[in-house]
Protein backbone atom coordinates (compact mmCIF):
# COMPACT_ATOMS: atom_id res chain seq x y z
CA UNK A 1 0.00 0.00 0.00
CA UNK A 2 1.44 3.83 -0.86
CA UNK A 3 2.38 5.01 2.14
CA UNK A 4 -0.62 8.28 2.88
CA UNK A 5 1.75 10.70 5.16
CA UNK A 6 1.11 14.50 3.58
CA UNK A 7 4.64 15.07 4.15
CA UNK A 8 5.99 12.36 2.58
CA UNK A 9 3.87 12.46 -0.49
CA UNK A 10 5.04 14.36 -3.16
CA UNK A 11 3.14 16.09 -6.20
CA UNK A 12 4.68 17.69 -8.62
CA UNK A 13 3.36 20.60 -11.27
CA UNK A 14 4.06 20.56 -14.48
CA UNK A 15 2.54 24.25 -15.77
CA UNK A 16 1.92 24.58 -18.86
CA UNK A 17 3.76 27.85 -19.33
CA UNK A 18 6.55 30.19 -17.09
CA UNK A 19 3.38 31.95 -16.29
CA UNK A 20 2.04 31.62 -12.36
CA UNK A 21 -1.71 31.94 -13.30
CA UNK A 22 -1.36 28.83 -15.26
CA UNK A 23 -3.16 25.54 -13.49
CA UNK A 24 -1.19 22.52 -13.61
CA UNK A 25 -2.33 19.67 -16.09
CA UNK A 26 -0.29 16.30 -15.24
CA UNK A 27 2.10 15.22 -12.59
CA UNK A 28 5.08 13.79 -13.09
CA UNK A 29 7.32 11.38 -11.47
CA UNK A 30 10.63 11.11 -10.59
CA UNK A 31 11.40 8.59 -13.26
CA UNK A 32 10.47 11.24 -15.66
CA UNK A 33 11.40 14.11 -14.65
CA UNK A 34 15.03 13.35 -16.11
CA UNK A 35 13.53 12.93 -19.67
CA UNK A 36 11.52 16.04 -19.61
CA UNK A 37 12.36 18.91 -21.01
CA UNK A 38 11.67 21.65 -18.95
CA UNK A 39 10.46 19.43 -16.23
CA UNK A 40 12.97 21.61 -13.48
CA UNK A 41 11.29 25.03 -14.79
CA UNK A 42 7.59 23.52 -14.68
CA UNK A 43 8.17 22.30 -10.80
CA UNK A 44 10.21 24.98 -9.69
CA UNK A 45 6.91 27.39 -10.60
CA UNK A 46 4.48 24.95 -8.77
CA UNK A 47 6.34 25.14 -5.60
CA UNK A 48 5.34 29.17 -6.22
CA UNK A 49 2.16 27.76 -7.44
CA UNK A 50 1.32 25.83 -4.40
CA UNK A 51 1.88 29.21 -1.77
CA UNK A 52 -1.53 29.97 -3.15
CA UNK A 53 -3.15 27.08 -1.57
CA UNK A 54 -1.01 27.43 1.84
CA UNK A 55 -1.36 31.21 2.10
CA UNK A 56 -4.69 31.15 3.45
CA UNK A 57 -4.46 29.08 6.13
CA UNK A 58 -1.30 30.41 6.98
CA UNK A 59 -2.86 33.67 7.58
CA UNK A 60 -5.59 32.42 9.76
CA UNK A 61 -3.32 30.12 11.88
CA UNK A 62 -1.03 33.04 12.20
CA UNK A 63 -3.44 35.93 12.84
CA UNK A 64 -6.10 35.09 14.51
CA UNK A 65 -4.99 34.27 17.67
CA UNK A 66 -3.53 37.82 17.55
CA UNK A 67 -4.56 40.87 19.41
CA UNK A 68 -5.37 42.97 15.95
CA UNK A 69 -8.61 41.08 15.87
CA UNK A 70 -11.84 40.78 17.01
CA UNK A 71 -14.62 38.08 15.65
CA UNK A 72 -18.22 39.57 15.89
CA UNK A 73 -19.87 35.79 16.42
CA UNK A 74 -19.49 32.23 16.87
CA UNK A 75 -18.52 29.74 13.67
CA UNK A 76 -18.55 25.89 13.14
CA UNK A 77 -15.66 26.78 11.22
CA UNK A 78 -12.15 25.34 12.57
CA UNK A 79 -10.60 28.55 12.80
CA UNK A 80 -12.92 29.73 15.63
CA UNK A 81 -10.35 27.27 17.55
CA UNK A 82 -7.18 29.21 16.62
CA UNK A 83 -9.25 32.43 17.40
CA UNK A 84 -9.82 31.58 20.81
CA UNK A 85 -7.07 29.42 22.09
CA UNK A 86 -9.31 26.10 22.58
CA UNK A 87 -7.31 24.00 20.44
CA UNK A 88 -8.43 20.62 19.22
CA UNK A 89 -6.71 17.35 17.80
CA UNK A 90 -8.75 17.72 14.47
CA UNK A 91 -8.85 21.24 13.18
CA UNK A 92 -8.70 21.44 9.43
CA UNK A 93 -7.13 24.60 8.84
CA UNK A 94 -4.49 23.23 11.05
CA UNK A 95 -4.30 19.88 9.29
CA UNK A 96 -4.67 22.10 5.54
CA UNK A 97 -1.54 24.25 6.91
CA UNK A 98 0.59 21.27 7.68
CA UNK A 99 -0.48 19.31 4.29
CA UNK A 100 0.59 22.56 2.42
CA UNK A 101 3.71 23.47 4.35
CA UNK A 102 5.23 19.94 3.39
CA UNK A 103 3.96 19.48 -0.08
CA UNK A 104 5.93 22.49 -0.54
CA UNK A 105 8.78 20.74 1.43
CA UNK A 106 8.47 17.85 -0.67
CA UNK A 107 8.49 19.83 -4.12
CA UNK A 108 11.91 21.44 -3.33
CA UNK A 109 13.20 18.56 -1.74
CA UNK A 110 12.98 16.92 -5.05
CA UNK A 111 14.62 19.69 -6.80
CA UNK A 112 17.10 19.88 -4.68
CA UNK A 113 17.80 16.11 -5.32
CA UNK A 114 17.70 16.52 -8.53
CA UNK A 115 20.58 19.42 -9.24
CA UNK A 116 23.84 20.00 -8.02
CA UNK A 117 25.37 23.04 -7.45
CA UNK A 118 28.06 24.47 -9.23
CA UNK A 119 27.06 22.70 -12.90
CA UNK A 120 25.17 26.14 -13.83
CA UNK A 121 24.04 29.84 -13.63
CA UNK A 122 20.38 28.50 -13.96
CA UNK A 123 20.64 25.63 -11.47
CA UNK A 124 22.16 27.54 -8.88
CA UNK A 125 19.28 29.93 -9.10
CA UNK A 126 17.08 27.45 -8.83
CA UNK A 127 18.38 25.75 -5.73
CA UNK A 128 19.03 28.77 -4.02
CA UNK A 129 14.88 29.51 -4.62
CA UNK A 130 13.87 26.50 -3.20
CA UNK A 131 15.92 26.60 0.23
CA UNK A 132 14.71 29.74 0.65
CA UNK A 133 10.83 28.25 -0.02
CA UNK A 134 11.81 25.19 2.39
CA UNK A 135 13.25 27.45 4.93
CA UNK A 136 10.66 29.74 4.82
CA UNK A 137 7.79 26.43 4.97
CA UNK A 138 9.92 25.21 7.95
CA UNK A 139 10.54 28.89 10.20
CA UNK A 140 6.93 29.14 10.17
CA UNK A 141 5.95 25.23 10.84
CA UNK A 142 8.20 25.44 14.00
CA UNK A 143 6.85 28.59 15.44
CA UNK A 144 3.22 27.60 14.81
CA UNK A 145 3.65 24.15 16.22
CA UNK A 146 6.86 24.42 18.57
CA UNK A 147 7.71 26.90 21.32
CA UNK A 148 9.84 30.06 20.79
CA UNK A 149 13.35 29.64 20.51
CA UNK A 150 14.29 31.14 23.95
CA UNK A 151 12.36 28.40 25.98
CA UNK A 152 14.37 25.65 25.43
CA UNK A 153 14.89 24.72 21.89
CA UNK A 154 17.31 21.98 22.35
CA UNK A 155 14.21 20.37 24.36
CA UNK A 156 11.22 21.51 23.31
CA UNK A 157 9.99 19.80 20.13
CA UNK A 158 9.09 21.62 16.45
CA UNK A 159 8.54 19.88 13.19
CA UNK A 160 9.73 16.24 11.55
CA UNK A 161 12.80 17.78 9.21
CA UNK A 162 11.89 15.73 5.69
CA UNK A 163 15.35 16.95 3.76
CA UNK A 164 14.81 14.44 1.10
CA UNK A 165 12.56 13.29 -1.46
CA UNK A 166 11.75 9.63 -0.24
CA UNK A 167 7.95 9.22 -0.02
CA UNK A 168 8.25 6.56 2.18
CA UNK A 169 10.40 8.19 4.95
CA UNK A 170 8.64 8.34 8.30
CA UNK A 171 10.30 10.54 10.71
CA UNK A 172 9.78 11.89 14.60
CA UNK A 173 9.60 15.13 15.50
CA UNK A 174 13.04 17.75 15.77
CA UNK A 175 13.70 20.14 18.03
CA UNK A 176 12.92 23.67 17.62
CA UNK A 177 17.24 24.20 17.92
CA UNK A 178 17.75 21.41 14.97
CA UNK A 179 15.01 23.30 13.00
CA UNK A 180 16.40 26.64 13.55
CA UNK A 181 20.23 25.15 12.08
CA UNK A 182 18.77 23.85 9.18
CA UNK A 183 17.23 26.81 8.17
CA UNK A 184 20.25 29.01 9.08
CA UNK A 185 22.42 26.55 7.59
CA UNK A 186 19.79 26.01 4.24
CA UNK A 187 20.01 30.38 4.00
CA UNK A 188 23.16 30.93 4.17
CA UNK A 189 23.76 28.40 1.09
CA UNK A 190 21.05 30.36 -0.74
CA UNK A 191 22.20 33.21 -0.27
CA UNK A 192 25.29 32.78 -1.93
CA UNK A 193 23.98 30.45 -4.61
CA UNK A 194 20.98 33.22 -6.45
CA UNK A 195 22.71 35.05 -9.52
CA UNK A 196 19.63 36.91 -10.48
CA UNK A 197 16.80 39.29 -9.52
CA UNK A 198 13.56 37.95 -11.00
CA UNK A 199 11.47 40.19 -9.07
CA UNK A 200 9.95 40.65 -6.00
CA UNK A 201 7.58 37.72 -6.18
CA UNK A 202 10.36 35.09 -6.42
CA UNK A 203 12.42 34.17 -4.07
CA UNK A 204 16.12 36.42 -3.74
CA UNK A 205 19.24 37.17 -2.50
CA UNK A 206 17.52 39.93 -0.70
CA UNK A 207 14.17 37.92 0.41
CA UNK A 208 16.98 35.16 2.09
CA UNK A 209 18.62 38.30 3.51
CA UNK A 210 15.38 39.22 5.20
CA UNK A 211 14.15 35.98 6.61
CA UNK A 212 17.84 35.76 7.90
CA UNK A 213 17.67 38.89 9.86
CA UNK A 214 14.10 37.66 10.98
CA UNK A 215 15.15 34.05 12.06
CA UNK A 216 18.32 35.27 14.10
CA UNK A 217 15.94 37.83 15.40
CA UNK A 218 14.27 35.56 16.87
CA UNK A 219 16.36 33.28 18.09
CA UNK A 220 18.24 36.14 20.06
CA UNK A 221 21.07 36.33 17.45
CA UNK A 222 20.98 39.98 17.93
CA UNK A 223 24.10 41.37 15.89
CA UNK A 224 23.42 38.56 13.03
CA UNK A 225 20.00 40.00 13.29
CA UNK A 226 21.43 44.00 12.75
CA UNK A 227 23.51 42.70 10.28
CA UNK A 228 21.20 41.24 7.72
CA UNK A 229 18.81 44.20 8.17
CA UNK A 230 21.77 46.14 7.16
CA UNK A 231 22.47 44.57 4.12
CA UNK A 232 18.66 44.70 3.11
CA UNK A 233 18.45 48.21 3.98
CA UNK A 234 21.96 49.33 2.66
CA UNK A 235 21.24 47.17 -0.94
CA UNK A 236 19.02 49.96 -2.09
CA UNK A 237 16.85 47.46 -3.55
CA UNK A 238 14.05 48.17 -1.61
CA UNK A 239 12.71 51.91 -0.59
CA UNK A 240 9.23 52.97 1.83
CA UNK A 241 6.63 54.15 -0.19
CA UNK A 242 5.36 57.37 1.01
CA UNK A 243 2.75 58.33 3.10
CA UNK A 244 1.17 59.11 -0.03
CA UNK A 245 1.43 56.05 -1.49
CA UNK A 246 0.82 53.92 1.96
CA UNK A 247 -2.00 51.96 0.81
CA UNK A 248 -0.67 50.47 -1.80
CA UNK A 249 1.02 48.35 0.63
CA UNK A 250 -2.25 46.26 -0.30
CA UNK A 251 -4.11 47.74 -3.43
CA UNK A 252 -0.57 47.63 -5.78
CA UNK A 253 0.13 44.67 -7.66
CA UNK A 254 2.94 43.93 -5.39
CA UNK A 255 6.08 43.95 -8.91
CA UNK A 256 5.02 47.76 -8.73
CA UNK A 257 5.41 48.00 -4.61
CA UNK A 258 9.10 49.49 -3.71
CA UNK A 259 8.69 48.21 -0.44
CA UNK A 260 7.83 44.45 -1.09
CA UNK A 261 10.51 41.74 -0.76
CA UNK A 262 8.45 39.07 -1.23
CA UNK A 263 5.23 38.64 -1.72
CA UNK A 264 3.12 35.67 -2.81
CA UNK A 265 1.05 36.77 -6.09
CA UNK A 266 -2.25 36.66 -6.60
CA UNK A 267 -3.81 37.64 -10.04
CA UNK A 268 -6.54 39.94 -11.11
CA UNK A 269 -9.25 38.51 -12.63
CA UNK A 270 -7.10 34.89 -12.97
CA UNK A 271 -7.23 33.63 -8.88
CA UNK A 272 -10.93 35.24 -8.65
CA UNK A 273 -13.41 35.44 -10.84
CA UNK A 274 -15.36 37.76 -8.74
CA UNK A 275 -14.90 40.23 -6.01
CA UNK A 276 -13.52 37.20 -4.08
CA UNK A 277 -15.47 34.97 -1.73
CA UNK A 278 -13.83 32.47 0.51
CA UNK A 279 -10.21 34.63 0.28
CA UNK A 280 -8.82 36.36 3.48
CA UNK A 281 -10.01 39.88 2.79
CA UNK A 282 -13.60 38.24 2.83
CA UNK A 283 -13.50 37.57 6.66
CA UNK A 284 -12.77 41.12 7.50
CA UNK A 285 -14.84 43.35 5.02
CA UNK A 286 -17.92 43.47 3.02
CA UNK A 287 -16.76 44.64 -0.19
CA UNK A 288 -18.49 45.23 -3.57
CA UNK A 289 -21.16 42.23 -1.87
CA UNK A 290 -18.87 40.10 -1.74
CA UNK A 291 -17.08 39.48 2.20
CA UNK A 292 -18.88 38.10 5.09
CA UNK A 293 -17.04 40.66 6.51
CA UNK A 294 -17.27 38.75 10.50
CA UNK A 295 -14.05 39.90 11.79
CA UNK A 296 -12.79 43.67 12.66
CA UNK A 297 -9.66 45.94 13.84
CA UNK A 298 -9.27 44.90 17.93
CA UNK A 299 -10.05 47.87 20.25
CA UNK A 300 -6.42 47.28 21.65
CA UNK A 301 -5.28 48.41 18.00
CA UNK A 302 -7.89 51.14 17.51
CA UNK A 303 -7.19 53.10 20.89
CA UNK A 304 -3.26 52.51 19.71
CA UNK A 305 -3.77 53.28 15.80
CA UNK A 306 -6.26 56.68 16.63
CA UNK A 307 -3.59 58.56 18.85
CA UNK A 308 -2.71 60.31 16.16
CA UNK A 309 -5.50 61.44 13.06
CA UNK A 310 -2.63 61.74 10.91
CA UNK A 311 -1.61 58.41 11.21
CA UNK A 312 -2.03 57.19 7.79
CA UNK A 313 -2.26 53.18 9.08
CA UNK A 314 -5.82 53.83 10.64
CA UNK A 315 -6.62 54.17 6.30
CA UNK A 316 -6.88 50.28 6.25
CA UNK A 317 -9.71 50.53 9.04
CA UNK A 318 -13.34 51.99 7.60
CA UNK A 319 -15.75 52.10 10.25
CA UNK A 320 -19.30 51.12 9.05
CA UNK A 321 -21.74 54.25 9.29
CA UNK A 322 -25.13 53.43 10.20
CA UNK A 323 -26.10 57.09 10.62
CA UNK A 324 -24.26 59.78 9.21
CA UNK A 325 -26.19 62.36 11.35
CA UNK A 326 -25.26 60.90 15.53
CA UNK A 327 -22.02 61.41 16.98
CA UNK A 328 -20.95 58.76 19.39
CA UNK A 329 -18.58 58.35 21.93
CA UNK A 330 -17.94 54.15 21.79
CA UNK A 331 -16.00 53.05 25.08
CA UNK A 332 -16.05 49.54 26.53
CA UNK A 333 -17.82 48.57 29.49
CA UNK A 334 -16.46 46.32 32.39
CA UNK A 335 -17.93 43.01 30.33
CA UNK A 336 -15.43 43.93 27.63
CA UNK A 337 -18.67 44.94 25.95
CA UNK A 338 -19.41 48.48 23.52
CA UNK A 339 -21.06 50.79 24.95
CA UNK A 340 -21.77 54.52 23.80
CA UNK A 341 -23.03 57.91 24.69
CA UNK A 342 -24.81 60.45 22.19
CA UNK A 343 -22.15 63.26 21.68
CA UNK A 344 -22.26 66.44 20.57
CA UNK A 345 -19.13 68.57 18.90
CA UNK A 346 -18.54 71.96 20.36
CA UNK A 347 -15.19 73.06 19.62
CA UNK A 348 -12.72 70.83 20.26
CA UNK A 349 -14.86 69.25 23.38
CA UNK A 350 -17.59 66.60 23.14
CA UNK A 351 -20.70 67.02 25.51
CA UNK A 352 -23.16 64.15 26.28
CA UNK A 353 -26.53 63.96 28.51
CA UNK A 354 -26.15 61.81 31.46
CA UNK A 355 -29.02 61.62 34.07
CA UNK A 356 -30.62 64.87 32.96
CA UNK A 357 -27.34 66.60 33.26
CA UNK A 358 -25.05 67.76 30.68
CA UNK A 359 -21.23 66.14 30.69
CA UNK A 360 -18.19 66.98 28.87
CA UNK A 361 -16.06 64.08 27.48
CA UNK A 362 -12.62 63.66 29.46
CA UNK A 363 -9.78 65.40 26.99
CA UNK A 364 -5.58 64.91 26.99
CA UNK A 365 -3.65 66.69 24.22
CA UNK A 366 -1.43 64.17 22.55
CA UNK A 367 1.24 67.04 22.09
CA UNK A 368 1.05 67.42 18.39
CA UNK A 369 -2.68 69.63 18.27
CA UNK A 370 -4.82 66.79 18.61
CA UNK A 371 -6.77 65.35 21.92
CA UNK A 372 -7.29 61.78 23.28
CA UNK A 373 -10.70 61.44 24.55
CA UNK A 374 -12.43 59.64 27.59
CA UNK A 375 -15.40 59.18 30.02
CA UNK A 376 -15.86 58.40 33.29
CA UNK A 377 -17.98 55.34 34.14
CA UNK A 378 -18.60 53.68 37.16
CA UNK A 379 -16.15 55.46 38.72
CA UNK A 380 -13.57 54.45 35.97
CA UNK A 381 -12.02 56.47 33.50
CA UNK A 382 -12.34 54.75 29.92
CA UNK A 383 -10.72 55.80 26.42
CA UNK A 384 -13.46 57.01 23.92
CA UNK A 385 -13.41 56.89 20.57
CA UNK A 386 -15.50 59.31 18.28
CA UNK A 387 -17.61 57.87 15.69
CA UNK A 388 -20.46 58.50 14.10
CA UNK A 389 -23.31 55.81 14.62
CA UNK A 390 -21.76 52.54 13.72
CA UNK A 391 -23.39 48.77 12.28
CA UNK A 392 -22.37 46.65 14.87
CA UNK A 393 -22.92 42.60 14.59
CA UNK A 394 -24.04 41.10 17.60
CA UNK A 395 -23.30 44.02 19.43
CA UNK A 396 -19.78 44.51 18.08
CA UNK A 397 -18.57 47.52 16.20
CA UNK A 398 -17.83 46.91 12.27
CA UNK A 399 -14.42 48.29 12.04
CA UNK A 400 -13.78 46.66 8.59
CA UNK A 401 -10.24 45.32 7.64
CA UNK A 402 -8.80 46.89 4.37
CA UNK A 403 -5.34 45.48 4.16
CA UNK A 404 -6.13 41.91 2.94
CA UNK A 405 -8.45 43.29 0.11
CA UNK A 406 -8.84 45.81 -2.99
CA UNK A 407 -5.44 44.90 -4.92
CA UNK A 408 -5.90 46.31 -8.60
CA UNK A 409 -9.18 47.44 -7.95
CA UNK A 410 -11.03 43.98 -7.13
CA UNK A 411 -12.84 43.23 -4.04
CA UNK A 412 -10.86 40.72 -1.98
CA UNK A 413 -7.95 40.22 -4.52
CA UNK A 414 -4.65 40.80 -2.09
CA UNK A 415 -1.13 39.03 -2.54
CA UNK A 416 0.38 38.48 0.67
CA UNK A 417 3.65 39.96 1.95
CA UNK A 418 6.38 37.70 3.47
CA UNK A 419 8.74 40.20 3.76
CA UNK A 420 8.96 43.91 3.12
CA UNK A 421 11.22 46.51 4.19
CA UNK A 422 9.08 48.48 7.06
CA UNK A 423 9.46 45.27 9.15
CA UNK A 424 13.67 45.06 8.14
CA UNK A 425 13.44 48.90 10.26
CA UNK A 426 11.81 47.23 13.16
CA UNK A 427 13.99 44.15 13.20
CA UNK A 428 16.98 46.26 13.40
CA UNK A 429 15.42 48.40 16.15
CA UNK A 430 14.52 44.97 18.32
CA UNK A 431 17.77 44.02 17.99
CA UNK A 432 19.18 47.39 19.19
CA UNK A 433 16.67 47.82 21.73
CA UNK A 434 18.13 44.11 23.03
CA UNK A 435 21.71 45.39 22.77
CA UNK A 436 21.24 48.46 24.91
CA UNK A 437 21.55 50.47 21.86
CA UNK A 438 18.85 52.83 22.80
CA UNK A 439 18.36 56.03 20.66
CA UNK A 440 19.74 53.72 17.38
CA UNK A 441 16.51 51.76 18.33
CA UNK A 442 14.26 55.20 18.55
CA UNK A 443 16.00 56.34 15.33
CA UNK A 444 14.88 53.24 13.50
CA UNK A 445 11.66 53.39 15.02
CA UNK A 446 11.17 57.26 14.04
CA UNK A 447 11.68 56.46 10.56
CA UNK A 448 8.27 54.21 10.18
CA UNK A 449 6.45 56.53 12.58
CA UNK A 450 7.20 59.68 10.17
CA UNK A 451 6.14 57.51 7.31
CA UNK A 452 2.91 56.91 8.78
CA UNK A 453 2.65 60.70 9.29
CA UNK A 454 3.19 60.95 13.11
CA UNK A 455 3.77 64.40 14.06
CA UNK A 456 7.53 65.11 15.81
CA UNK A 457 5.83 65.60 19.21
CA UNK A 458 4.57 62.16 18.80
CA UNK A 459 8.21 60.68 17.64
CA UNK A 460 9.91 58.66 20.51
CA UNK A 461 12.79 60.00 22.39
CA UNK A 462 14.59 58.46 25.66
CA UNK A 463 12.77 61.40 27.38
CA UNK A 464 9.47 60.65 26.54
CA UNK A 465 9.23 57.16 27.26
CA UNK A 466 6.69 57.61 29.89
CA UNK A 467 7.95 54.66 32.33
CA UNK A 468 8.22 51.79 29.20
CA UNK A 469 11.16 50.03 27.73
CA UNK A 470 12.35 50.50 24.33
CA UNK A 471 11.64 47.28 23.75
CA UNK A 472 7.79 48.09 24.94
CA UNK A 473 7.58 50.69 22.31
CA UNK A 474 9.14 48.91 19.65
CA UNK A 475 6.49 45.86 19.79
CA UNK A 476 3.92 48.42 19.88
CA UNK A 477 4.76 49.97 16.58
CA UNK A 478 5.58 46.42 15.26
CA UNK A 479 1.42 45.65 16.29
CA UNK A 480 0.99 48.93 14.32
CA UNK A 481 3.23 48.41 11.21
CA UNK A 482 2.78 45.04 10.57
CA UNK A 483 -0.81 44.63 11.45
CA UNK A 484 -3.00 41.74 9.77
CA UNK A 485 0.57 40.19 8.32
CA UNK A 486 1.01 37.06 10.59
CA UNK A 487 3.67 38.51 12.72
CA UNK A 488 1.97 39.65 15.85
CA UNK A 489 0.90 36.64 17.77
CA UNK A 490 4.79 35.40 17.75
CA UNK A 491 6.32 39.10 18.36
CA UNK A 492 4.34 38.82 21.98
CA UNK A 493 5.56 35.12 23.13
CA UNK A 494 8.87 34.88 21.94
CA UNK A 495 9.98 38.09 24.02
CA UNK A 496 7.89 36.86 27.34
CA UNK A 497 5.01 39.27 26.74
CA UNK A 498 1.47 38.43 27.92
CA UNK A 499 -0.83 38.36 24.87
CA UNK A 500 -3.67 40.92 26.58
CA UNK A 501 -7.30 40.31 24.26
CA UNK A 502 -9.30 41.96 27.13
CA UNK A 503 -11.82 43.88 24.86
CA UNK A 504 -14.89 42.83 22.85
CA UNK A 505 -14.92 39.81 20.71
CA UNK A 506 -16.39 36.13 20.64
CA UNK A 507 -13.24 35.33 22.55
CA UNK A 508 -14.59 36.78 25.49
CA UNK A 509 -17.99 33.96 25.08
CA UNK A 510 -17.58 31.41 26.89
CA UNK A 511 -17.04 29.96 30.46
CA UNK A 512 -13.07 28.86 29.44
CA UNK A 513 -12.47 32.29 27.97
CA UNK A 514 -8.95 33.92 27.43
CA UNK A 515 -8.98 36.91 28.29
CA UNK A 516 -4.86 36.70 28.52
CA UNK A 517 -2.43 34.45 27.37
CA UNK A 518 0.94 34.09 29.04
CA UNK A 519 3.63 33.47 26.77
CA UNK A 520 4.61 29.66 28.60
CA UNK A 521 1.02 28.83 28.24
CA UNK A 522 0.71 25.46 26.57
CA UNK A 523 -2.49 26.96 23.97
CA UNK A 524 0.65 29.07 22.71
CA UNK A 525 1.44 26.24 20.22
CA UNK A 526 -0.88 24.19 18.17
CA UNK A 527 -1.71 20.50 18.34
CA UNK A 528 -0.06 18.27 15.70
CA UNK A 529 -2.95 17.12 13.60
CA UNK A 530 -4.40 14.10 14.69
CA UNK A 531 -4.40 12.81 11.27
CA UNK A 532 -0.67 13.23 10.97
CA UNK A 533 -0.03 11.31 14.15
CA UNK A 534 -2.40 8.32 13.24
CA UNK A 535 -0.51 7.89 10.21
CA UNK A 536 2.75 7.67 11.68
CA UNK A 537 1.66 4.98 13.78
CA UNK A 538 2.71 7.66 17.34
CA UNK A 539 6.03 8.44 15.95
CA UNK A 540 4.61 12.13 15.89
CA UNK A 541 4.65 13.01 19.49
CA UNK A 542 1.48 15.66 20.57
CA UNK A 543 2.18 18.64 21.77
CA UNK A 544 1.39 19.00 25.83
Given amino acids: MKNKLLYSSIIFFFLSSCSLDKEPFTDLTNESIENTEGAIDALNLGNYHTLKSWVENWHRVTEYPSDEVALSGTTTDAFFYNYN ?53 YFYLTNVFGRPYNQSPEVNLAVPLKLNADPFEVLPRNTVKEVYQQIVSDLLKAETLFKSYKGNIYASEYATQALLARVYLFMGENEKAINYADKVINSGKFTLLN ?34 WYTIGSMYATINGAGWGEMYASRSYLEEVRKYPEDVRYNFVEPVVADENELRAYYVDDNYKYNSVVVKQ ?49 GYLKYFILKCSGQEGQGHLWSPVISRLAEIYLIRAEAKAK ?110
Fill in 435 to 544: QGQAQQALDDLNIIRKRAGIPAAGLWTIANLGGKSVLDVVLSERKLELAWEGHRKFDVFRNGYTLDRKYPGTHIANSNSFLTVDATANETIDFIPEQQITLTHGILKQNP
Fill in 243 to 276: REEYTEIATAAPENNSETIFAIKFLKDVDYSDNG
Fill in 85 to 137: YNRIVNNGRVNSYWENSYKIIAGTNNILGQLAEGTSDKNDQIIAENLYLRSLM
Fill in 346 to 394: EGADYTYTSNGSKNTLIKESNGAGSFQYFIEIGGKRRTALIDKKLEDRN
